[in-house]
């Protein structure tokens, strides 16, 4: 904490320098994605995270790494600010993921339990990939990635801001339970098994377990925990119906998130699973694919938080015919459909995500996983949602917000994550699908990482 903050002191006075510095050496300082002090952006048109239009001609002052002032007056330049001319394209918020999972994209499970180093290594890489797609920030809801976060904000990799949940926690035999036959019995207080080792998953199968899972997530910086209430696809021993910690364990994992002022997400299909999840007082609810009209209205009732993804077949086809994995995949896929329907019957408050996992392929089409959206919503709707609304279920995380200020919106004050758009994507959200060639400029936290203009 004490070193990163010192950190952080040397690099903005080695960036408030930069001006009396060479510009070679600026460029290439800025390349690597330090904060120039100042970029004005002329002739923009923006979406603004929050309406269905855009706004007539506009300019907009970053300074650092905030948006100081937007008006459709010129703004004066000072000394050593960066003009950027928008030729009147669009300037919209960075994107958010808010299912993410940067430890496991790649991967496949056996894999991520194997060289660590190597997954390490290779997650920030995809960290750089997803950033370039025009995602500035994930809400990490499962996956050794404390260290991760870290390098990239200390601007070592180039990657998004990570919400970290850290290891997700289940019980026994339920989501996020890797073991063989062969690791049984678990004796409490015993040595971890591998996937506890690395952080990916942690058991608990007590109150008093669940205590010491969540607080050691929170000890190494979680802005959430993430818990798996129900039975889930991917794991070998959950079957879907299944309702897994009580009540009383979900109260303990809540109680410990709250005293630290944020919150628990919970995994869940079912609706016994979710009711039991809501209860117990958790605030977001993982999926919610086989719930029906009761259970999706008392998530509208009290104001619970659904996070849906609107996940591609291809993930499903992953799955070997004949698996058990398969199985549960051909049930909880028709749910989907049926989910969004619900969310929007009942108006429930319903954040994106991808929950790509397993395929680098996936990965690159994160953007056209957004865009599939338009079955159900409106383009405006559905980049709404992948930007002002995730940034709402973001701030939930409280006092342990690791980047404090507003994010997925264009406004004077919030935090300069932007991206510049050759196009509309209200008219055409396809360009979202295509990063590489639509996407124009991508700035995080007042940084520029791709400047094509
Ligand atoms: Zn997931």
Known sequence: MFKGGLALISRRTFVAALPFLG???????RAEGAAPSATLFQNVRIFDGKRNALTAASNVLVKRNVIER???????????????AG??????PGLIDNHW???LVRPT?????GDFAF?????????TATLMRGFTTVRDVGGPVFGLKRAIDAGIVKGPRIYPSGAMISVTSGHGDFRQFSDLPRTIGGSPNRMEQLGGSAIADSPDEVRVRVREQLMQGASQIKLTAGGGVSSPHSPLDVSTFTEAELRAAVEAAENWGTYVTAHAFTPAAIQRAIAAGVKCIEHGFLMDDATARLIAEKGVWLSLQPLPDELRQGFPEGSVERAKADEVWPGIARAYELAKKYKIKTAWGTDILFSRDLAQRQGAILVSLVRWYTPAEALVMATGTNAELLALSGK???????LGVIEEGALADLLIVEGNPLENIKLIADPANNLKLIMKDGALYKNDL
């Open 23 to 29: 510009t070679g050496l600026s460029t290439l300082v």
């Open 119 to 127: 997954n390490i290594l290779e997650a920030g890489d995809e960290a």
């Open 101 to 103: 999972h940067a430890f």
């Open 87 to 92: 030729g009147s394209r669009t300037l919209m």
């Open 400 to 406: 342990r917000n690791p980047y404090p200020g507003k």
């Open 109 to 113: 499970p056996a894999q991520a339990m």
């Open 70 to 84: 937007i008006s459709t007056a010129p703004i004066a330049a000072e000394a050593g600010t960066t003009t950027i």
